[in-house]
Antibody, heavy 119, light 111 residues
Framework: EVQLVQSGAEVKKPGESLKISCKGSGYSFTSYWIGWVRQMPGKGLEWMGIIYPGDSDTRYSPSFQGQVTISADKSISTAYLQWSSLKASDTAMYYCARRDSAGAPFDYWGQGTLVTVSS | QSVLTQPPSASGTPGQRVTISCSGSSSNIGSNYVYWYQQLPGTAPKLLIYRNNQRPSGVPDRFSGSKSGTSASLAISGLRSEDEADYYC????????????FGGGTKLTVL
């Protein structure tokens, strides 16, 4: 069974760093792209970027380029989304999801990680 | 402001047929497949339609998708209370070095 299991909810202060994770199982982790999607409170879905764990090819939405870093450790089938300096506006639910090619749909999704940034 | 345009809300009574529209441009819907996702309250999105009109295994045939030019639509027939959810269209966009773009979402209420 394909599963994407994300790390737990985080509460951080502005300026702090954070790295959240997404562990894949039940499939060949290096053969599928992993993407990250943001959903701010009460708002819609926003595509942040994707990574191909097989060769670490990474693509970002222009809206998120330079704001976050997407990475993966194929030895433990885990993808990451990280911030070096959080802002209150980063408060959101973050989902990871899998796709089999860059232009294909996300067919499996993680349960989401809620990130709250507040002083 | 989302790249793909959806109506913010839609509604219908049980058994009815409802459609949700999604409007884009030549760089996204006009030249790429459209996908639809369903997000039930408090849960992660779920793939509902891929390649414009294909249903993943397990998705009832009450859900159907279509595309024409730079627009697409999702139709739900035989509306049920459990269909009450947010629905998002999405497509790859060939501009801006390529990325997926979402619609703003449509909240479907079953009256």
């Amino acid at each position: 069974e394909v599963q994407l299991v994300q790390s737990g909810a985080e509460v951080k202060k502005p300026g702090e760093s954070l790295k959240i994770s997404c562990k894949g199982s039940g499939y060949s982790f290096t053969s599928y792209w992993i993407g990250w999607v943001r959903q701010m409170p009460g708002k819609g879905l926003e595509w942040m970027g994707i990574i191909y764990p097989g060769d670490s090819d990474t693509r970002y939405s222009p809206s998120f380029q330079g704001q976050v870093t997407i990475s993966a450790d194929k030895s433990i089938s885990t993808a990451y989304l990280q911030w070096s300096s959080l802002k209150a506006s980063d408060t959101a639910m973050y989902y990871c999801a899998r796709r089999d090619s860059a232009g294909a749909p996300f067919d499996y999704w993680g349960q989401g990680t809620l990130v709250t940034v507040s002083s | 402001q989302s790249v793909l345009t959806q109506p913010p809300s839609a509604s219908g009574t049980p058994g009815q047929r409802v459609t949700i529209s999604c409007s884009g441009s030549s760089s996204n819907i006009g030249s790429n497949y459209v996908y639809w996702y369903q997000q039930l309250p408090g849960t992660a999105p779920k793939l509902l339609i891929y390649r414009n009109n294909q249903r993943p295994s397990g998705v009832p045939d009450r859900f159907s998708g279509s595309k024409s030019g730079t627009s697409a639509s999702l139709a739900i027939s035989g509306l049920r209370s459990e269909d009450e959810a947010d629905y998002y269209c999405a497509a790859w966009d060939d501009s801006l070095s390529g990325q997926e773009v979402f619609g703003g979402g449509t909240k479907l209420t079953v009256l």
